[in-house]
């Protein structure tokens, strides 16, 4: 009779780990900035302020920013970004809008009209060259390719050494890199 309980938590432990590791890497991806809206009558003017700063900042120092948008407020208002056809940027606060420019600099992944009243949302800032910002929804961490190449020699050695727990181990931490690659950061 095989030990199902080691098997089970080997399963567990390396199912886990790539989700642990990835945690721990986006939360501590770029310089933290948080875009406070005010919770009482928010303003588009305000909010295009805002991102006109970070990219003043951006041209400062380039560097990686986890920028932090608090879109609550008591008026219940729809807060959105989004782009015109001439890619002037436009900042809507219910019927408000606020139309800015930043040349051609924010290159947009992520969905537009991107929204974020009523909840916090966390954009990723990465710096492509000196006029240039690239603005994700989801954070950019893969695992390489070589985590895979090991946990398939892992899965032979378990296939040449009769071993379940390195089989089920090896497996279940593929299977979860996959899902790690596979799924972005949601917050």
Same mark, same amino acid.
């Given at each position: 009779?095989?030990?199902?309980?080691?098997?089970?938590?080997? &399963?567990?432990?390396?199912?886990?780990?790539?989700?642990?590791?990835?945690? &721990?890497?986006?939360? !501590?991806?770029?310089?933290? #900035?948080?875009?406070?809206?005010?919770?009482?009558?928010?303003?588009?003017?305000?909010?295009?302020?805002?991102?006109?700063?970070?990219?003043?900042?951006?041209?400062?120092? *380039?560097?990686?920013?986890?920028?932090?948008?608090?879109?609550?407020?008591?008026?219940?208002?729809?807060?959105?970004?989004?782009?015109?056809?001439?890619?002037?940027?436009?900042?809507?606060?219910?019927?408000?809008?606020?139309?800015?420019?930043?040349?051609?600099?924010?290159?947009?992944? !992520?969905?537009?009209?991107?929204?974020?009243?009523?909840?916090?949302?966390?954009?990723?800032?990465?710096?492509?060259?000196?006029?240039?910002?690239?603005?994700?929804?989801? !954070?950019?961490?893969? &695992?390489?390719?070589?985590?895979?190449?090991?946990?398939?020699?892992?899965?032979?050695?378990?296939?040449?050494? *009769?071993?379940?727990?390195?089989? #089920?181990?090896?497996?279940?931490?593929?299977?979860?890199?996959?899902?790690?690659?596979?799924?972005?950061?949601?917050?």
């Amino acid at each position: 009779m095989m030990p199902i309980i080691p098997i089970l938590l080997s &399963f567990l432990v390396c199912f886990l780990l790539p989700f642990v590791i990835k945690f &721990f890497i986006v939360r !501590h991806w770029g310089e933290p #900035v948080s875009v406070r809206v005010d919770p009482l009558c928010p303003r588009a003017s305000d909010i295009a302020d805002y991102f006109r700063q970070i990219a003043i900042s951006l041209d400062e120092n *380039p560097r990686r920013m986890r920028l932090t948008l608090n879109g609550c407020n008591e008026e219940g208002k729809a807060i959105s970004l989004d782009f015109k056809k001439d890619k002037t940027m436009q900042v809507f606060v219910g019927e408000e809008c606020e139309n800015f420019s930043l040349r051609n600099r924010w290159i947009a992944e !992520h969905p537009l009209p991107l929204v974020f009243s009523g909840r916090k949302r966390v954009l990723y800032i990465q710096v492509v060259d000196a006029n240039r910002f690239r603005v994700m929804a989801s !954070h950019p961490f893969t &695992f390489p390719m070589y985590v895979y190449l090991f946990s398939m020699i892992l899965f032979c050695i378990g296939l040449f050494i *009769p071993s379940l727990e390195c089989i #089920v181990s090896s497996l279940s931490f593929s299977l979860s890199v996959m899902l790690c690659n596979r799924t972005g950061n949601r917050e």
